[in-house]
């Protein structure tokens, strides 16, 4: 019973922006779904998993809306209540955009970040100063369905990505669908219209707007942040992107697999592997099993696996600690 007193904790967040130019329909469906597999498959106590969603739908009974600000409290929350051995999980389904990189030395980098509904950027440098966080032994996976979603987590080592694709699909999705992703100069745009200032520094607007509460990749300076995380130590974080940095992820709105239910393209394929396959995975199998039911569907995204060597081959979310247990 080694493992009885280790906690199991997720946040789970879904961004349908609704009744907005850049609304989505299966993004609330997608962590609704995902709540029951962890607690169905995975053994999460309901009371360890924090739902944030921007509407009312059925089964969810969200009431915290997914800004900026809350969903880097909840999962700052659950990062700093962790112990050795405990498994944390983070599931985002939204938009993500790309941004002009303010690193030294990357003047023409894009990158990573998800797009909260109120438009308060979460960045890769954000993603990287939680796993940073985490104590020694403990686990944190973090699944990104939005477009530009590879690489979400700084400076993690690519295990599945841009060189692993060996086939186009050459079908057309047999499923209307939109893409999780909003271009940088629309959300410039819409930030400009509420500060009010003529800039296209995006920095200006996001403190303006946010202050203390905005990334820290726009609150610390250049060289103080490639200091903070410059680091080749293997560390314990887990990303399963929906896509490769360069491409978009599909917002299905009228699957015929789900019944007509809306959903993102990678969550609802990575819940199809859980269910064809009851024996335990490791990430890489999960990842790669994906990206071959999104290919039979026709979807040209590329889900990647970002981690160090060891997790890569581990157990999806540990699924092996919960057997060896039982």
Known sequence: MENENKKRLAVLVGCNYTNTRNQLHGCINDVVAMRG???NRFGFDPGNIQLLTDAATAGSSSSVMPTGANIK?????????????????????????????????????????????????ITDVDFRQLVNRLPNGASFSILSDSCHSGGLIDKEKEQIGPSHVTEIS??????????????????????ASLTGINTSDIATHLLELFAADASLKFRLPPLELLNMFESSNPDEGILLSGCQANETSADMTNPVMTRGKACGAFSNAVQMV???HEANLSNRQVVMLARQVLREQGFEQHPCLYCNDENADATFLCESHISSSL
């Open 73 to 121: 409290k909840a999962l700052g929350a659950m990062v700093d209540q962790a112990k050795p051995g405990d498994v944390l999980y983070f599931h985002y389904s939204g938009h993500g955009t790309r941004i002009p990189s303010l690193k030294p030395g990357n003047p023409f980098r894009q990158d990573e970040a998800i797009v909260p509904c109120d438009f308060n950027l």
């Open 274 to 276: 859980l269910k064809e």
């Open 37 to 39: 597999t962890l607690v």
């Open 170 to 191: 050459s079908a057309s999705p047999s499923v209307s669908s939109n893409p999780k992703g909003i271009p940088f100069k629309s959300i410039l745009h819409h930030l």
